[in-house]
DNA sequence: TACTCGATGATTGCATCCAATTCAAGAGAA
DNA sequence: TTCTCTTGAATTGGATGCAATCATCGAGTA
């Protein structure tokens, strides 16, 4: 007998991953109050698959839930922030170590493209091309935690980072550009040490600048 | 009206705290299977809530979830293992430099006096020992993230720390002990370069002493 | 023997229903 | 007015029941 659904055993995460999708582009920004049955509706389910994507989501950092009372989106406070830039800057070098070995030609070119390109984008754009440039330089070794850390670490801080650029765009950080193609060039080269210290020092000088802007953080 | 139920709307929360423990003391080992029924049985629920206690528990690494298939508690590759101690390796100096501050001179006296004691004991008591030490450094700062997730990183290797020493403590090795008590040493000096130096070593040292035990591993 | 292919029981996934809780608004008293 | 209490709607939490799926085992065939 053929089911009516496609995949019978994957509501939950199919709901979790579009109810992420929907925080990272922002339609659901910090702060907002997610109610079940608005959510289960729109997916054409029940409030049962629902409550297990809130969990996920709860354990990436994504929701808060607060028992009989509801889900938000998760606020994140500057000194959380400062704390995840923190960790990136002493975990993120280490990834970067595992897949450059496994960075061939034609990827350092596909990263100086993003790199090139972003010089010349602005806002939205300039926010996805830094995601993908960054992630780009994560996705060839399988590791498991690792990764997984990592990119938990952007999605959460991934609204505040476009509230900050609407705000500071106000004086265009050129070093930013700089860092990149220092990265891509201590790739091309192959030079994990200088790799892994430019790369640090770029999280570092981010996470600084965001401390001059306090305002962000409601 | 009084409710049955002490605790309305976070019978997941306690399934999960209760399942996490039996994990750790290794009454569940890795491999183990989870059943639904059985735990709901246990706990005098309906299997509702142990769900959500397995979706959070699988957040954690704590548990493996199949669909339509079920729960198993989570195996640790080798690989995974030695990822898991360099992220260590990178973020707990890191804590402890948010924690240093806050321990005063009872706090060190405390834990020189697990250093102590654990010279003359072994294995689950070394194990408990060891963990009470090393997160005793971090119960200090009110960190979020990084807190929790070096937390998650302990739970998730615990069951392979007390498999390695009941295999190698047939070469006890002193300069774990050492270790300790320099680290010790570092925080009642609140030297906190030394303190981060001496911990990346412990680890690192740890990890690799792993790699001579890599039949632990399944 | 070894392999494929159905049936059957065990287990998970999800929808529905009811109970418990929270929140807000309004009545009543100081 | 202001505070407290009550009431009820809105929402979440959890139990039950049925559908979907998987694993096991045995029959049949090469």
Do not use: K
């Not at 200088?194 to 953080?217: C, M, Q, S, Y």
Request: net charge negative.
């Amino acid at each position: 007998m053929a089911s009516l659904v496609i995949n019978h055993g994957a509501a939950g995460a199919r709901i979790a991953g579009e109810l992420r999708e929907a925080i990272l582009t922002g339609e659901y920004a910090p702060g907002a109050r997610i109610r079940q049955e608005d959510i289960a509706d729109r997916h054409g389910a029940s409030r049962v698959p629902v409550r297990e994507a809130l969990r996920m989501l709860e354990a990436e950092g994504l929701v808060t839930l607060v028992a009989n009372t509801g889900a938000w989106v998760s606020r994140v406070s500057l000194a959380e922030c400062q704390e995840m830039y923190q960790i990136r800057e002493r975990i993120e070098p280490l990834l970067l170590r595992y897949n450059l070995p496994l960075l061939d030609a034609a990827a350092v070119d596909e990263l100086e493209r993003l790199a090139v390109l972003m010089e010349s984008s602005e806002l939205d754009e300039f926010i996805a091309l830094d995601r993908a440039f960054h992630l780009s330089c994560y996705d060839r070794a399988e590791t498991t935690v690792l990764g997984a850390t990592v990119l938990q670490l952007w999605n959460r801080t991934h609204s505040y980072r476009r509230a900050y650029m609407r705000i500071a765009r106000t004086d265009p950080d050129r070093s930013v550009h700089h860092e990149h193609h220092l990265i891509v060039s201590a790739i091309r080269r192959q030079d994990v040490d200088e790799a892994e210290r430019v790369l640090a020092g770029h999280i570092r000088r981010t996470r600084l600048e965001l401390t001059r802007h306090p305002d962000i953080f409601e």
